[in-house]
């Protein structure tokens, strides 16, 4: 069950990409992720408050998966770490986003689930199969193949620096991941609970830098208001939800959950760069993606 959850975040996520390439370009970023946070924060703030005024409508299997529980001091400083962790990763992203093709900025994201594994296995010490290490392997292969296709693009890595932004969105996320275990296993934190903390602490950071950042220089960094910025929120949301549920099933090995959550939005994102963005040098590109494609079965075996 843990694999069909991870495979439906994961292509929810890909569409969360797509959004997200519209809103940014030609787009001030903050303001995109104060408007998207706020959306994420109204989604889940009723919740909040019912199970705090009103918990007993909280009963049955459904209703009690969007129970929000009461948490320690101890806890929410724990939920705030892990927003600060994702906010700076998202600042990274957005940016890289902004300046990238998106048939670029999916392959760099295959960094993440590599960080992941080594994070983990180090840490959770969770054993894979030998077909599965052979997944993992051919993940980071098609990773290498797709930086060397950039390059026909005019992107070199070594001396771009939004590619570097986006290696250090990916190793944020990647200890995000190993954050989320942690709040899931050892505080034994629900994921409704999680996800609904963690936006309402991630919409109060960006207000912060909303006003206190981009507000006083509206006027060099202009926004529009985009509907994809709604579209945007309510898939990361809903993905975010689905994949802690899928995590905190103990039969999951959480070292594949981010490799197939990556390599699934790789091809959904990737798929809609070469249709609604028309971008260029796809035949370059097809080797690796067949690559993540062999690596997703190996996994999921």
């Known amino acids: 069950m843990w694999v069909v959850l991870s495979l439906v975040s994961a292509f929810l996520l890909g569409f969360y990409d797509i959004f997200k390439k519209q809103t940014v370009v030609g787009n001030a970023i903050i303001p995109v992720l104060f408007y998207s946070t706020m959306v994420s924060s109204l989604i889940f703030l009723p919740l909040v408050l019912l199970s705090h005024y009103k918990p007993y409508i909280f009963t049955g299997d459904f209703m009690q998966k969007l129970f929000i529980e009461p948490l320690t001091m101890r806890q929410h400083l724990l939920i705030i770490g892990k927003t600060a962790l994702i906010l700076c990763s998202w600042m990274f992203s957005y940016s890289a986003m902004k300046h990238l093709p998106i048939t670029v900025v999916g392959p760099v994201n295959q960094l993440r689930p590599a960080i992941s594994v080594v994070l983990l296995f180090l840490i959770f010490q ?60 050892k505080e034994s934190i629900s994921p409704a609970t999680i996800q609904a903390w963690y936006t309402i602490y991630d919409f109060l950071m960006m207000a912060v830098l909303f006003f206190a950042v981009w507000y006083p220089r509206r006027a060099r960094q202009p926004f529009e208001w985009r509907w994809g910025i709604v579209a945007m929120a309510v898939f990361v949301t809903v993905a975010d939800v689905i994949y802690l549920t899928g995590l905190k099933q103990e039969a999951a090995v959480v070292v594949i959950i981010p490799l197939i959550l990556y390599g699934v939005r790789l091809l959904v994102s990737f798929a809609y760069g070469v249709i609604g963005f028309k971008e260029q040098n796809i035949r370059s590109k097809l080797l690796p993606l067949l690559m993540v494609l062999a690596a997703l079965v190996c996994l999921c075996v």
């Open 126 to 185: 969770e054993k894979l199969t030998v077909l599965q290490w052979i997944g993992v392997f051919l993940a980071i292969v098609s990773f290498y193949l797709m930086n060397r296709s950039g390059k026909l693009e005019g992107i070199h890595f070594k001396s771009n620096k939004w590619v570097y932004m986006l290696l250090g969105s990916a190793i944020l996320v990647a200890l995000s991941g190993v954050y989320d275990k942690f709040l899931l296993s």
